[in-house]
């Protein structure tokens, strides 16, 4: 075969992985989005290899391989959640070990084999484009000329086209066209932004909280708020799923809101959006009930990993009766049961709260992935298209049973009572055939459609209101249940838990659910 063929042959290999490297890294998570800029941006890479075998022969073909091996490693990131972004990286830093490695027991068997076909792609390109850069040193000056004019003409286009549909401007949006770049300053930059968001809001969770209250009048006397895990509303029977997983809630006397759109389509994401002030972590739910004079708890089954180690940690601090199942032990090889709050719970009703009403807060393991290890021994049994939706669709009616024994033991207090459950996200569908399971994602409305649910020991019926109701007006749904009134979260009349519905604006995501692709049961 003719050398020049073979070189010609070599070098479209070289942009053909680095076309393909777009979508193992996240850039591209779709192949209808195969926008011209990201080919102009493996057309750079290419000169940008190029330009270093010119000289250095050995260091492009080493920082190649270097290439190939870093990103079939975040290969099944990439492919099922995306790019590196802070929100990624915060979210494998506040997991444990345990939980690690039930993310990697839940990447489907095919996205395994896809990283092994990418990194025997990888290594096949690597082999023959090395032999290219060993002759590049020998090129005639004009190619050479070229190259060094074609390299900042496709960076000029790629990064106009990326200004394009970039959103959020910024200088991020000017190296990830080469993704050789761009994949590394995404990596080494996500950690420090994640930190640098993460410090701002844990300085602010150590200060004083600024809440100007009104006025003071619950009704009830405990109120309990029960965060739930990755819980989608559309695979509960109660909002119409087909298999009777909540036999609780479907029945029980209370209002069910159908149409709660989370606040963020992760935990560490959602949760403060929901549950304090914009910007002002002091500013939350807990530290409202406790200046309202409330006897306060949080009960929590999700991990502390240490005192004011993420936000959520430092909402549950702030309360007179912390208690975590997980104090950042990653020894733990098995999953703790939600059902370990109960007796805390209990302990905390037990104790005099001198004539104040009581805000007892659970946060559950819920649905969390690996949902088949979330499942208690005497957990029942579903069968549903897969094994793990079939353990999916088990944790709900875990979590409705769980919600079914706490009113009971809210019932035997003999004492007045309000129970609030949602979930904090939803989940994606991914996968085929036998390993079709759910993810965290985004990209669907899914992600986002979530329970929210009201029951109370004064409750005459069992009512559903089909409103689209939004997460960012929690706290005030919270103001208004609890009867604390704030110069901060101005009620004006607003009913969360009403028929009206929540429009889209500025200060909430509906816009942009409301504009995503549907991820339906199928």
């Known amino acids: 075969m003719d050398i020049k063929f073979k070189t010609l042959l070599s070098i479209l290999g070289l942009f053909i992985f680095c076309l393909v490297a777009c979508y193992?890294?996240?850039?591209v998570q779709n192949i209808e989005e195969v926008y011209f800029y990201y080919v102009l941006g493996s057309v750079a890479a290419v000169i940008l290899?190029?330009?270093?075998?010119?000289?250095?022969?050995?260091?492009?073909?080493r920082l190649f391989l270097f290439y190939v091996c870093s990103v079939t490693l975040y290969f099944p990131i990439g492919w099922l959640y995306g790019s590196p972004t802070y929100k990624i990286v915060g979210s494998l830093l506040e997991t444990n070990l345990n939980e690690a490695a039930e993310f990697l027991h839940t990447i489907p068997i095919s996205v395994y084999l896809l990283q092994a076909i990418f990194f025997i792609l990888g290594l096949v390109t690597w082999k023959y484009v090395s032999r290219v850069f060993l002759r590049v040193g020998y090129w005639r000056k004009e190619k050479k000329i070229v190259l060094s004019v074609l390299l900042p003409i496709a960076l000029s286009f790629s990064i106009v086209g990326n200004m394009l549909v970039d959103e959020e401007f910024n200088e991020t949006t000017l190296v990830i066209p080469v993704n050789i770049i761009g994949f590394y300053y995404d990596l080494v930059s996500a950690p420090s932004q994640y930190f640098s968001k993460r410090q701002v809001v844990l300085e602010q969770a150590k200060k004083p909280s600024s809440w100007h209250i009104r006025k003071v009048a619950p009704k009830y006397k405990n109120y309990v708020l029960?965060?739930?895990?990755?819980?989608?509303?559309?695979?509960m029977n109660a909002y119409g799923f087909p298999l009777e997983n909540t036999p609780f809630l479907s029945r029980t006397k209370g209002l069910l809101i159908d149409g709660y759109i989370s606040a963020a389509e992760t935990t560490i994401e959602s949760l403060p959006k929901t549950l304090s002030l914009p910007q002002q972590s002091q500013n939350n739910i807990v530290?409202?009930?406790?200046?309202?004079?409330?006897?306060?708890?949080?009960?929590?089954?999700?991990?502390?990993l240490g005192f004011f180690a993420n936000e959520i940690s430092a909402y549950a601090v702030r309360s007179d009766y912390p208690w975590f199942t997980q104090r950042g032990d990653f020894r733990k090889s098995v999953s703790m049961s939600d059902r370990l709050l109960l007796p805390q719970m209990e302990r905390v009703l037990k104790t005099d709260s001198e004539g104040r009403s009581r805000l007892i807060v659970l946060h559950l393991m819920g649905s969390h992935n690996d949902f088949c290890k979330r499942l208690?021994?005497?957990?029942?049994?579903?069968?549903?298209?897969t094994e793990k939706l079939s353990c999916y669709v088990?944790?709900?009616a875990q979590t409705d049973r769980l919600l079914k024994d706490v009113v009971k033991i809210l019932d035997g207090k003999q004492e007045s009572w309000s129970l609030v459950y949602f979930s904090d996200h939803?989940?994606?569908h991914t996968g085929r055939g036998a390993e079709r399971t759910m993810i965290h994602g985004g990209d669907t409305r899914q992600s986002f459609t979530v329970p929210l649910v009201k029951i109370s020991s004064d409750d005459t019926q069992h009512k559903i209101v089909k409103v689209q109701r939004s997460a960012f007006n929690f706290l005030r749904g919270f103001s208004y249940w609890t009867g604390i009134q704030t110069d901060e979260l101005s009620v004006d009349g607003y009913d969360f838990f009403s028929g009206e519905p929540d429009l889209p604006s500025g200060s909430n995501n509906l816009d942009k659910v409301n504009r995503l692709p549907d991820d339906f049961i199928k």
Do not use: C
Request: charged fraction near 20%.
């Open 376 to 385: 208690d021994r005497d957990a029942e049994r579903f069968v549903y298209q």
């Open 287 to 304: 530290s409202l009930a406790k200046q309202a004079g409330f006897q306060t708890a949080w009960l929590s089954n999700q991990g502390m």
């Open 49 to 61: 290899f190029l330009r270093i075998a010119d000289g250095h022969p050995l260091v492009a073909s």
């Open 394 to 396: 088990a944790t709900i």
């Open 24 to 27: 193992a890294t996240g850039y």
């Open 226 to 235: 029960v965060i739930g895990e990755s819980a989608r509303s559309d695979y």
């Open 426 to 428: 939803g989940l994606k």
